[in-house]
């Protein structure tokens, strides 16, 4: 740890990081327990803002208990040469979305349940069985006004459901724009 930190706030930030850490697997062990991951084909993380790490040690999780599971990551953070040195490093990650996922993702999985071949989806980055990554470029763009409306009351029937005690501090961010 360095820069712009005094020696006795580096001892604190030390301390910190290393409870947090001890925290961290059993958050992931909670998590991988209780959702049951056995019923989904195709199981899609986010990775916007700061949420790799904690997606990474999810899908490695998951991956480890269900290796034939497919596992794709989307988000700000997979965007461009983002996501392939991720890929690379982590071979939980089956598939990224780079760029909008409205159309690239769905695609991907319709192609998975019939049994086609996901080459040539513009946005997906997929890795081939032997371990080949084989990169497609940027999704393509959805006319906003031809997607679903987004409907998050199962996100918040589950929150109250599993954290009553959060009520109304439930937030969700909310994009105004693209580019």
């Known amino acids: 740890i360095s820069g712009g930190f005094e020696t006795g706030d580096r001892a604190i930030l030390s301390k910190d ?4 850490a001890a925290k961290s697997k059993p958050f992931v062990c909670h998590v ?5 991951w056995s019923k989904y084909d195709v199981i899609g993380l986010t990775s916007t803002f700061a949420q790799n790490i ?3 040690a999810l899908a490695t999780a ?3 208990r269900w290796p034939n599971k497919i596992i794709a990551f989307g988000g700000a953070n997979m ?3 983002l996501g392939r040195p991720l890929m690379r490093r982590f071979p939980a990650i089956d ?3 780079n760029g909008e996922g409205d159309i690239a993702f769905p695609a991907a999985v319709k192609r998975l349940s019939i049994g086609e071949s996901v080459h040539g989806i513009p946005g997906l980055t997929y890795r081939r069985p032997g371990g080949e990554i084989i990169e497609q470029g940027t999704a393509t763009l959805a006319n906003l006004d031809d997607l679903p409306h987004p409907d998050f009351s199962d996100y918040f029937r589950d929150v109250q459901a599993r954290v009553p005690e959060l009520e ?3 937030e969700l961010p909310l994009e105004m724009s693209r580019g």
């Open 17 to 20: 990081l290393i409870r947090l």
């Open 32 to 36: 991988l327990e209780s959702i049951d």
């Open 54 to 56: 904690a997606s990474l």
């Open 62 to 64: 998951i991956k480890e």
């Open 79 to 81: 965007y461009g040469k």
């Open 95 to 97: 598939w990224i979305i």
């Open 168 to 170: 109304v501090a439930t």
